[in-house]
């Protein structure tokens, strides 16, 4: 089974600085992805960044980069020059061969002026 | 590239009607999801579809809830009759393919039962 884990619900950054939002997993996969999404309050879920498992290179994506510790089974995202429009629901989600997403319970993140 | 369109947006209903969304996937896109999220929690796969085939319905509430995707591309998702727990978010997502793809996710239909 995979699992997922958030285990801050909420976190508050002050704009133009910068955030870290954690993530832990487990898989008995060897092969998998592993995402962040974002979802504001319109509910869309947007994708953030991806991180394929083979890959030892941190994925980036402009203000948006990851710490990926396979060994460790961590995942965290990294925010870089906060905007107000960052301020959503973030989702860390992890997929294996089998097309299944699975969430983790998501972190509320603040953006102050 | 055009990505995942659902509509409605907004649906309020009275519990024991019925009602229907639809969803058009990325072009190309070979996977339909269909999920349910209730407020405060992570999504939860109802079905997946690969072209106009089911692969996974087993969280789907036959009873009342019902999925097609009769030409392999667009999708409608029924309930019928809809109960007052049914009020979400309901999410359409697409994948090129099976397997290790990147599921990309529409704007979503919020449903109220009332």
């Known amino acids: 089974a995979q699992t997922v884990t958030q285990s801050q619900p909420e976190m508050s950054v002050q704009e133009a600085e910068t955030v870290t939002l954690s993530c832990t997993y487990d898989?008995?996969?060897?092969?998998?992805?592993l995402f962040w999404y974002k979802q504001p309050p319109s509910r869309q879920m947007i994708l953030v960044i991806r991180?394929?498992?083979?890959?030892?290179q941190n994925a980036t994506e402009n203000r948006f980069s990851v710490n990926f510790q396979k060994a460790a089974k961590s995942f965290s995202l990294k925010i870089s020059d906060s905007q107000l429009g960052d301020a959503a629901m973030y989702f860390c989600?992890?997929?294996?061969?089998?097309?299944?997403?699975?969430f983790g319970k998501g972190i509320t993140l603040s953006v102050r002026p | 590239e055009a990505g995942v369109a659902q509509s409605p947006r907004y649906k309020i209903i009275e519990k024991r009607q019925s009602v229907a969304f639809w969803c058009n996937p990325i072009?190309?896109?070979?996977?339909l999801y269909w999920y349910q999220q209730i407020l405060g929690q992570g999504p939860k796969l109802l079905i997946q579809f690969q072209n106009n085939g089911v692969v996974d319905d087993s969280q789907l509430p036959k009873d009342r809830f019902s999925a097609e995707r009769l030409k392999g591309v667009d999708s409608t998702l029924k309930i019928q009759p809809a109960k007052l727990e049914d009020s979400a978010v309901y999410l359409c997502?697409?994948?090129?393919?099976?397997?290790?793809?990147?599921?990309?996710f529409g704007p979503g239909t919020r449903l109220l039962v009332l």
């Open positions: 072009s190309g896109h070979a996977t």
């Open positions: 997502a697409s994948s090129r393919d099976r397997g290790l793809e990147t599921q990309y």
């Open positions: 989600v992890l997929t294996g061969a089998n097309s299944k997403l699975t």
């Open positions: 991180q394929e498992a083979y890959k030892q």
């Open positions: 898989t008995s996969e060897s092969d998998y992805y």
